[in-house]
């Protein structure tokens, strides 16, 4: 089947999921969650279908799975319901889920809604159906799917840095940090072309089970403390050429691209606030005020994320109205989905930093 062939189907499908539907939809959303829940817990078969893995995990996976459908029924984003689905059947397998589990717990989303307002949902429920029936090409794309890892310049470098992280050995990773570093040009290729795909590899590891949470969070945390270590020689080049607030949007716990863009755009003169998810609405409305911030640039890294994007660009601009700052969204959601912006209403979606750098020069 051709992927244009199932983007049209997908998005006349997505297309009459209307606003009675979505609302009604994300108010049951505990309801629907409870019901598929109990039915993949209650099968005899289910620590086949799950593997090893905990039912908390099973029930965090039906969670996203909601939370990502509503995201998709607002933003009709059909490649990304196409390229979440053959990722999360290839992870999650990749985990020991059987690929039956993904079939029936669609069955059970779409009894979900039979039993609960078959009238209504009926959209979500064809939608569904269609899913269903391309199971068998979501099991095939995700056996022959690898997932991308940007090209290196330095590929010893780069291969002895991940080593270190993945070991775990901080102490190997500084050094080889600063074996590096001469100067500050010196710090932004090892935060893109050494951390950045560095962190990519190691997320293919989690997904292809290569790896443990545990060693993640560990290469993870080994990453921002080679960043702080170098943090006082980026400080020095902070130079007041514009505010800039920088966040992760509510409920992102991806945070080190943020990180990535606040130090480049410090070394390149900016002044900088960083704030992360766990930061409140009312603490960035302060900031935006006390420090007179600019441009607000919001970084998301899930898809189903991006509702809460959108939510927090219209506080801002309910909150300042004809003082809003500049807004730009950016961030590995909107990597493959051009037409985000369309519906998150920011001021600009840039992909990557140098893009960003030749905007803020040209508001200089
Ligand atoms: C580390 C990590 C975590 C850590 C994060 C810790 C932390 N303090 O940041 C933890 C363990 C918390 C985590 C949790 C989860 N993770 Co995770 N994680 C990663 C990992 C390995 C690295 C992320 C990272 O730092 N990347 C490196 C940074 C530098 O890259 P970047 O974010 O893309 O940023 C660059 C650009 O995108 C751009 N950019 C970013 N933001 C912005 C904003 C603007 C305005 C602009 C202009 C540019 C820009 O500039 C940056 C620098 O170049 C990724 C793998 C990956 N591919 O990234 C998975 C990954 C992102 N995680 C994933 C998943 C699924 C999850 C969980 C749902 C897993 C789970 N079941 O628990 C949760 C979700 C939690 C949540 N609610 O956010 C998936 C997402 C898949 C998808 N299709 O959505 C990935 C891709 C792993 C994988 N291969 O499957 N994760």
Redesign the pocket.
């Known amino acids: 089947m051709m992927n244009e062939q199932i983007f049209k189907q997908l998005s006349q499908l997505l297309s009459s999921i209307d606003d009675e539907v979505y609302s009604y939809y994300k108010n049951s959303l505990p309801i629907f969650i409870n019901y598929v829940n109990s039915a993949i817990q209650a099968r005899e078969d289910v620590s086949i279908l799950v593997g090893l893995n905990s039912f908390e995990?099973v029930k965090?996976?039906h969670e996203?799975h909601a939370n990502f459908m509503y995201t998709i029924f607002l933003t009709r984003d059909v490649k990304s319901i196409h390229?979440?689905y053959i990722?999360?059947y290839k992870?999650y397998h990749a985990k020991g889920f059987d690929f039956r589990y993904f079939y029936l717990e669609l069955i059970a989303w779409k009894e979900s809604f039979e039993l609960n307002n078959k009238k209504l949902l009926m959209p979500i429920i064809e939608l569904y159906n269609y899913l269903i029936s391309l199971h068998d090409y979501f099991v095939q794309h995700a056996m022959s799917t690898a997932?991308e890892i940007p090209k290196n310049i330095n590929e010893n470098i780069y291969s002895n840095f991940l080593d270190a992280i993945l070991k775990p050995d901080l102490t190997e990773a500084i050094s080889i940090s600063k074996t590096f570093i001469k100067t500050d040009e010196d710090i932004k290729k090892f935060?893109?072309y050494i951390?950045?795909p560095?962190?990519?590899?190691?997320?293919?590891k989690?997904?292809n089970a290569e790896i443990s949470?545990g060693e993640?969070?560990m290469?993870?945390?080994i990453?921002?403390r080679v960043m702080a270590e170098h943090y006082p020689k980026i400080i020095s080049y902070i130079d007041d050429k514009k505010n800039i607030l920088?966040t992760?949007s509510p409920?992102?716990?991806?945070?080190?691209?943020?990180?990535?863009?606040a130090d480049?755009l410090e070394l390149n003169g900016y002044n900088v606030t960083f704030m992360s998810?766990n930061s409140t609405l009312q603490e960035k409305f302060d900031i935006i005020e006390l420090e007179e911030i600019e441009f607000v640039?919001?970084?998301?890294?899930?898809?189903?994320?991006i509702v809460k994007t959108k939510e927090l660009v219209t506080q801002i601009r309910d909150k300042f109205k004809h003082n809003t700052p500049i807004i730009?969204?950016?961030?590995?959601?909107f990597?493959e989905n051009s037409d985000a912006n369309t519906f998150v209403k920011a001021d600009?979606?840039?992909?990557?930093?140098n893009?960003?750098l030749n905007l803020l020069k040209k508001t200089l």
């Open positions: 995990l965090q996976n996203n390229d979440t990722w999360a992870t997932l935060w893109q951390i950045l560095a962190l990519y590899s190691i997320g293919n989690w997904a949470v993640e969070h290469a993870t945390s990453c921002q920088i992760t409920n992102e716990l991806h945070e080190v691209g943020a990180r990535i863009l480049i998810a640039l919001i970084s998301t890294t899930i898809v189903s994320n730009i969204i950016g961030g590995q959601a990597n600009y979606l840039i992909r990557n930093i893009e960003l």
